[in-house]
């Protein structure tokens, strides 16, 4: 059941922020914290405050704005009434986050950690209560050693300097995680993350060795020092609740010398109710070297409205072979050779990018941030575990083109996410047949207009619950949507972030829950969709702060023994 307050959720969410008085976050004791938080760092860091002063940034900075504005995602927080940050930080060291924390605890600010910015509903960013943002832009590190075909990536890098610093060293090595190259390593590693590569490799999370991380008593952990645990926690459960992740140790993946892409699409008229309704038996089943995406669309032809379905595809071979497995599986597709290119892995990778002449494409592209250039928009996220009959995509087409703009993602599961445990990692959602991504952009910066469009993607979340996973209803925590439950860290803050966490976590929920109250029993870390603290009366067995205790994965009883963490 979704909470019944209206204070985040979606429009209401973007009212609220309009309608907080400026005084909110312009207090007379904003210098005096700005005073505090900066002798604070430098006594922490052992560093001149002229010299620390370079990485923390009041309202009063003149590079404030532009480095507030540089990772905002989603234009729909990118404006003057959006409330601000009284405090950026943006370290360049593991001492410098470590001092962060340890700096911003006594202030009682909302601790907002950003990496890249692509948090849709701009969670790590926002706030309607006083907050500093740390930014973690700079610490972009990405070591890769090909003898041992792994990488020790930071959080504040790219996915796509990840993948070009890959390129550098192999081109038969990949990673598989997403598709567009600006999304930061901290959110997409550590709420999971997943890309065109899952159904053979399954999600990134999967390919984590070892982590680094800082933990509310600004102690700098690496796997062994904070436990299964918490290393399991932070592999899929969102690193903003429990600690601010660093970076994380990855395992590579082999990719052939060549591979394969493809794009087809069809209209209603030439028969995409008909493909679309067959590719939900083939795109979870086929071979798990490939990958086919859904997207569909509603578009105007001939001025009739109508809807496009396009297959965005990546098969880990040559074109011949896949032109004729779908021959055989899927030939309403009408797939043709003329239709394929075959390229290498890293030319793929910016290929999925929209580089439409990508095997002539210069590599450093991807070293590009596009800083502060984004839109306006709203994803939602749902799962589909049985095949939606054939009336369900007639019906769903036609309210498509009743509403007029928002389109749906389908990624196809199966292969290699079928064979992993629900409990391996906090992501639940493995045995589902897809994933829907709810998508709607715009340009145009008239409230009444943006009111509308994200009621298109309500009513269409509402019109698709017959047809998606239930008890709960799931979705996906790096799709970011405070439209199903909100948590403002009162008395009621278990009950509240249970909404939200069922979904995204399903029964991975309840251990998640109890290594948060291990770790972080002040609830230090949290934003409006971090892990809960048990209440206090139900903290039996919970272990002191300081110590983190093994969690089962059946039914989240205590059992063996307690793993000391590193304290300073």
């Known amino acids: 059941m979704l909470t019944t307050r209206p204070t985040f959720v979606s429009v209401g969410f973007f009212f609220l922020f309009l309608s907080l008085p400026l005084s909110t976050l312009s207090q007379p004791s904003m210098s005096s914290v700005y005073d505090s938080f900066l002798k604070c760092l430098s006594e922490k860091t052992k560093t001149p405050q002229s010299q620390i002063a370079k990485i923390v940034f009041s309202q009063s900075n003149p590079s404030y704005t532009s480095v507030l504005r540089a990772y905002i995602r989603n234009a729909r927080f990118n404006k003057s009434s959006t409330p601000k940050p009284t405090i950026i930080i943006t370290p360049l060291s593991e001492s410098h986050v470590s001092a962060a924390v340890l700096c911003s605890k006594p202030l009682d600010f909302v601790f907002k950690i950003r990496s890249g910015g692509h948090d849709y509903d701009g969670l790590s960013y926002i706030s309607d209560k006083p907050f500093f943002i740390l930014d973690l832009s700079n610490l972009r590190d990405v070591s890769v050693d090909i003898a041992e075909q792994t990488a020790w990536i930071s959080a504040g890098a790219t996915l796509g300097e990840v993948y070009y610093h890959i390129w550098e ?125 859904m997207l569909i669309q509603p578009v105007t032809r001939n001025k009739v409205k109508t809807i496009r379905a396009t297959v965005v595809a990546l098969y880990l071979g040559k074109a011949d072979d896949v032109v004729s497995l779908l021959s055989k599986e899927l030939p309403e597709l009408a797939l043709k050779k003329e239709n394929c290119t075959e390229m290498t892995w890293f030319q793929s990778a910016l290929w999925w990018d929209n580089r439409v002449n990508a095997t002539q494409t210069d590599p450093k592209v991807f070293l590009d941030r596009n800083l502060d250039s984004s839109s306006p928009g709203k994803r939602k996220s749902d799962y589909v575990e049985t095949e939606i009959p054939r009336s369900g995509i007639v019906s769903l087409f036609n309210k498509m083109i009743e509403l007029g703009k928002i389109g749906l993602v389908f990624n196809p599961y199966g292969g290699r996410m079928a064979e992993i445990a629900e409990d391996a990692t906090p992501f639940p959602h493995r045995n589902m047949l897809f994933k829907i991504q709810y998508s709607v952009n715009w340009k145009e910066s008239s409230p009444e207009l943006e009111k509308g469009y994200l009621n298109q993607a309500k009513v269409l979340h509402s019109f698709m619950t017959g047809f998606v996973s239930k008890n709960p209803r799931g979705a996906y925590l790096n799709y970011r949507d405070v439209d199903i439950g909100v948590n403002d860290h009162g008395e009621d803050s278990y009950k509240e972030g249970e909404v939200y966490g069922r979904m995204y976590f399903g029964k991975n929920f309840d251990r998640l829950v109890k290594i948060k109250t291990a770790v972080d029993p002040g609830n230090f870390f949290r934003n409006e969709q971090s892990i809960p603290t048990l209440p206090i009366a139900k903290r039996t067995g919970v272990p002191e702060q300081g110590t983190a205790k093994r969690w089962s994965g059946a039914g989240g009883a205590t059992v063996v023994a307690s793993v000391l963490l590193h304290v300073i």
């Open 169 to 293: 060293k192999s081109k038969v090595l990949g990673f598989p995680a997403g598709v567009c190259p600006t999304v930061g390593v901290g959110g997409h590693l550590s709420g999971a993350g997943y890309g065109n590569m899952l159904r053979k490799f399954g999600l990134t999370a999967d390919h984590f060795i070892d982590a680094k991380m800082v933990d509310v008593n600004g102690a700098v952990l690496d796997r062994k020092a904070m436990g299964e645990d918490l290393f399991w926690a932070i592999s899929g459960g969102g690193g903003g609740s429990f600690g601010v992740v660093l970076g994380y140790k990855v395992k590579l993946v082999p990719v052939p010398a060549t591979v394969t892409v493809f794009r087809v699409e069809q209209l209603m008229a030439a028969g995409a109710v008909d493909m679309v309704h067959k590719w939900q038996f083939v795109g979870p089943k086929t071979d798990k070297n490939l990958f086919m995406r």
